[in-house]
Each structure stands twice: as structure tokens, then as C-alpha cells.
């Protein structure tokens, strides 16, 4: 009798005008606290810094080269990644055969590994003499600009899959069937029909792998070489420049490099983010025209089978192979001293099992948080409960963390947590970081969840007596616990593969990722081999699937996605 009395004592202090909005106020007041304001004023407060790169003509062409070449590769992948990845959510969701729930599963292993283990995974695949290299004599892409771009096409293309696939299955397939009883073929029923339908969930695509790819940091690192360098790696070489005995850089430039550097990256970001939002709806896609006769050639036999076999090449000689390549090494070391050694903990491995520890506490912590957090502010964006145009500020507030590339905010976030609260625990600082980062996912999730929910339900419930808090409970839970959980594990998986972030707030606190991008680099006493490394990432990627796969049973039972 207990429960039913707190539960309803809690419902009628929800219907309380204080209370109520008290909650919204705290999670906007939180929003503004932990995850909007303090990156942008970590870089007002190194404003003056700036000065120094801007004497420095070498140091500022050196910046603003790392700037463009991360534009320019992010824009180039998004693009091809849209390209490649409709036919493959074509596949996925209009294909015939029992072997596509398979395709679909493997279409999600990119997300499985992080993305350390994934970048020393592609450089093992198409540079070392392990991997495909070996039937050429010599490095078949070396660690450059190339194997940058292949990397960011790998991690990124099954986020845009996954996105049209969802498009695709809510798609009420009678508009496009209709068309073809006028006469259209498949194709142009799809170009005319379909493809304009969807557009917001192409514009989203493109954003999402647009942000992951200028985001990547430590797998990039991993790839780049000595030579190429992008806004992150340029970050984190300036960081290493200063942390070396001596420094090879002075604090100031040290400083005036990190502070311009992210400055510019975050405005970039925000203007490409504005313009897409502002022109992608207007833009007109596709083109109206009709060619009867050569569309037909193109929808039918030959030119599908065609299609489908590019598309699957594309994705097991580019995405899965490369991806998986690491388990070889991560194999071979279960017979050799490797896998006893690891076990134990001996010499290096003991740092190894405490960094794999703080992975995945700190994924946990900041997957709890966003849930609490998280939760209020997506009912603010979906409801419109603060105003039709406050509550749209707000969700377009809430995506600036997600275009902004995870080691620039994660330079902001330190230079004001450290300047203006010098007391402030490592561990606590990296939960910020990880927080402002991993926050968009959650929100945008649950705010596309409760909007599929019908109002007049929830009025329906409201005018038999339930209370704020009884509606969430009784209506709007039990249709997003799903979501909720998704939500869970979009957050769960982005946190544990942070990269950039993390190396930009701590200097003694060192995650997984971390740990794999200094074995990869040698950047410890004693050398790291290929053996170790290899099981490394292997034990990277079995903890992390076997998390994803629990999950994912707790979630089965709602769809597919």
C-alpha cells in the first residue's frame, strides 16, 4: 500500500504550478550550465591568447590548413556517404531475401568498434604487411589524407544507413505505389516520389555524418601520419609539443594554437549547420524530369543486380573487412604469452583493464545523467512547453554539441572549468566533457519519440483526472521506453569511444581509446607489439559488443529499430 500512496503523492505535487515548471526551469538552467555556456566562454576567456598565433604567420597557415583539410574531408565523406548508403538502405529495406536481417545486423558492426580500434584496424588493413598490403610488396595506402578519408567513410556510412533505413520503414509506401500504377518506373517513382518524402531524414544524415566526421579524434590520429594534420590532430600536436621535455612550444602559443584553433572550428561548424538547416528544405531535390524509356532500363534485372552488387562490394571490401581486420592479430595472441600476460595484468596491461574500468563507469555515469537530464528538456522541445519559439530556440541549441568537433569543446571545456574552478576533480571534468557531447543524442532521440505520441491522448488523460506526472507515467513512458533505451545506448557507445574530449580535459585520467592511440603511437617506455595491440582492441571490441548486445535484447520486442 506504501507505493500507491508515494506515487500518488508525487502525482499531485506534479500538478503543482511550482513544482512543475520548477523541473523544466531546473533542466534548462542545467542545459545552459553543464553543456551550452561553458564551452563558449572557454574560449572568450583565451581570447586574448589568440593574439599569439596571429603574429605567428607559420603557426596560423599551419591552423588554418588543419581547419580546411577537416572541412573538406567531413563535406567530401558526407557527401559520398549519402551516396553509398541510399542503395544500401534500399537493400535493407526492400529486398527480398532471408539473408537481409543478416546484412542489416552487419551493417551495425562500425558502431560496435570504437573508433581507436577502428582506426588501427583500417591502418593494419591497407598500410602494414599484414593486411591487404602484402599482395602489392609495398604499403597500398599509406597513413595520409587517403586513409583519413577512408576512416571517416567507414565510421560514418552506417550512421547514414541506419538513418534512411528508419526513413524508409516509417515511409508510407502507397505514395510510391500509386505512382508506379500511373506508369512510373521504380526509379522514377523513387526519385519523384520517395527521395522528397524523406528529404528531412537525407538533410539528418548528412548532418550526423557531416558531425562525426569532424568530431573523430583519436582514430584519426591513429591514420593521419606524420605529415597530415586536421583541426584535432593539430590540437592534439600542439599538446604534445607543449607537454615534451623541453616544451617545443610556449605556453602562450600553446594556448593562443588551442584557443584559435577551436574558436574557428566551432564557427565553421555553426555557419555549415545554419546554412544546411536554412537552404537543405528548400532545396529542390530531385530533379522533376522524366525519362520514361532509360529509367525502365535502370529498374529492372540487370541494372538492380547490378546496383546491389556495387553496393555490397562497397560495403565488404570498404567496411566490414577493414573494420573486422583487427581481430586477426587480437587471435593470434590468444596462443602466444600475449593473452596470460593480459590476464594477469603484467606490465602494461595493468593500465589497460584500470582505463578499460573508467570507460565504462564513465559511459554508465554519463548515460544515467543524460537520461535524468535529458528527459525534461525533450518534453520541453516536443510539447512547446516554454512557448512555441522559446522551445524552438532551445532545439536548435541543444544541436550546436553535436556539430561541434568533440576535441574543440573538449579545449573550451577545460580552459573554463580550469580557470574558473581550479579545485575541480579530473574524473568530474571528464563527465562534463563526455555530458556536452553525448547530450544532443539523447534529446534529439526522445524528443522525435514523444512528438509520434498524439496529443489528444494525452489530453484525453488529463480531462479523466491524471496529473502530470501520471501521464508521463501511464502514456508517454510506456510508448518511449523503447527510445529510451536506444537513446541509452546511442549515448553509452558515443561516450565510450570519445577520443578527442578526453585528451583535451585530463592529463592524468586515461580511457580506453586514449590507451589504444599511445599503443599505436609507441608513446610509452617500453614498445608496444603489434600482438598487444591487437588484443587490445580485441578485448575493446568483445566488452563493448557483448554491452550493445545486452541492450539490444532489453529493446528487442519494439521493431527492428
Known sequence: MAKPRITEALDKLSSKKP????????????????????????????????????????????????VANSFTIALFVSTIDVIAGVPMAWL???????????????????FVVPTAALGYSLLLFWSEPEGISSLFGS???????????????TFSYPVVVRVIVGALLDYKMEYEQASRTLGAPPLAAARTVTFPIIKPSLIAAFILAFSRSISETGATIIVAGIIFENGPVFIQKITDDFKAVPPR??????????????????????????????????LKLPIKRIWPTFERKLSYSKATLSRDSVTLLIFFAII???????????????????????????????????????????????TVFNVIIGLPMAIIVARRKAGTLTSTVLDLLVNVPLIVPSIALGVSLKFFWKETFTFIPEMLLLIFAHLAITYPYFVRSM???IERIG??????????????????????LPLTKYSILSGAIMVFTRSVSETGATLAVVTTLRTAPVVIVDWVKQKLPVPVTPLEIGLGCGFLI????IILLALRLIVRGKGRY
Open 19 to 66: 513544482i512543475k515548471y520548477g523541473v523544466y526551469s531546473t533542466a534548462v538552467i542545467i542545459f545552459f550550465a553543464l553543456i551550452l555556456l561553458p564551452p563558449i566562454l572557454g574560449i572568450i576567456i583565451k581570447w586574448n591568447t589568440m593574439q599569439q598565433v596571429l603574429i605567428k604567420p607559420e603557426l596560423m597557415s599551419r591552423a588554418l590548413t588543419a
Open 92 to 110: 535493407i529495406t526492400r529486398g527480398k531475401s532471408k539473408w537481409l536481417n543478416v546484412l542489416d545486423t552487419l551493417a551495425d558492426i562500425p
Open 139 to 153: 604499403s597500398l595506402i599509406s597513413p595520409g589524407w587517403l586513409l583519413v578519408t577512408l576512416l571517416h567513410f
Open 249 to 282: 612550444i610556449d605556453q602562450f602559443s600553446y594556448q593562443g594554437s588551442l584557443a584559435f584553433a577551436s574558436f574557428v572550428l566551432i564557427v565553421i561548424s555553426l555557419i555549415i549547420f545554419g546554412i544546411i538547416r536554412i537552404l537543405g528544405p528548400k
Open 320 to 366: 566490414l573487412a577493414p573494420s573486422l581486420f583487427v581481430a586477426l592479430p587480437a587471435f593470434e595472441a590468444i596462443f602466444t604469452e600475449t593473452l596470460p600476460n593480459a590476464i594477469l595484468g603484467v606490465s602494461i596491461w595493468s593500465e589497460y583493464w584500470q582505463s578499460l574500468i573508467l570507460s565504462y563507469s564513465l559511459g554508465a555515469i554519463v
Open 447 to 449: 524528443s522525435a519519440a
Open 455 to 476: 496529443v489528444d491522448t494525452e489530453e484525453a488523460a488529463r480531462t479523466l483526472g491524471a496529473k502530470p506526472l501520471g501521464v508521463f507515467r501511464t502514456i508517454i
Open 542 to 545: 568483445l566488452f563493448s559488443f
